[in-house]
């Protein structure tokens, strides 16, 4: 069974600090990963993807996997309170088209003003 | 921005009923996909859909379930006699394969009663 877990939270940081969102997975077979945005309702939005080891920056977002350890995590720096969201990690098979996403149960995140 | 469309918003059906789930994916993507929220739990993958055949199915989709591609624009998941526990949100999803990324509708709120 292809698993993504995540802690659920809520991780709560004030305005401006930097929040840090982790997720492990189960299958090694995994190559892609993204990192959804979901505010309450709502759909996944797309924040970031990482294929290779190391770290991608975009803006005020990192993120950062690590194969070796099945490990992925996303930073936020500089948080405000329209951060405050549910954080879905989701793993990927590789580079084909037939990308089935397994996704975590999501971080719940509130940045308070 | 290209964005997926899905239609309707909310559906309230009877247990029983069958309900059509319309969906209008970014015109140049070939990758299509169903997933499903239910309340308060992860985001399920259903199907994916490539060259008008199904790619892959999860468990979830049982005979109950289908998709279609009627014409070039529209993509549609059709759960034939409902069930209380098909109560969800579903999200549609499709994707360029040249960027490997998968793009969310707003979804659809299925409540069945």
Request: hydrophobic share 30%.
């Amino acid at each position: 069974q292809k698993e993504v877990e995540q802690n659920s939270g809520p991780l709560s940081v004030p305005e401006g600090a930097i929040a840090s969102l982790n997720c492990t997975y189960s299958d090694r077979g995994s190559q892609s990963f993204f990192w959804y945005r979901q505010y309450s309702g709502k759909s996944p939005e797309l924040i970031m993807f990482i294929y290779s080891n190391g770290d991608k920056e975009d803006g005020r977002f990192t993120a950062q996997l690590n194969k070796a350890s099945q490990y992925v995590s996303l930073l936020i720096r500089d948080s405000q309170p329209s951060d405050s969201a549910t954080y879905l990690c989701a793993a990927g098979p590789g580079n084909t088209g037939f990308q089935k996403l397994v996704f975590g149960t999501g971080t719940r995140l509130l940045v308070s003003p | 921005e290209p964005e997926v469309t899905q239609t309707p918003s909310h559906q309230v059906t009877q247990m029983g009923q069958e309900v059509i789930l319309r969906c209008v994916p970014i015109s140049n993507h070939l990758y299509f996909y169903w997933y499903r929220q239910i309340l308060g739990q992860k985001v399920e993958f259903l199907v994916s859909f490539y060259n008008n055949e199904i790619s892959e199915k999860s468990e979830i989709f049982d005979d109950q379930f289908s998709v279609e591609r009627p014409d070039g624009s529209n993509f549609t998941l059709k759960i034939r006699s409902t069930k209380l526990e098909d109560s969800a949100m579903y999200f549609c999803a499709s994707m360029e394969r040249a960027k490997n990324i998968q793009y969310f509708g707003a979804g659809t709120r299925l409540s069945v009663l």
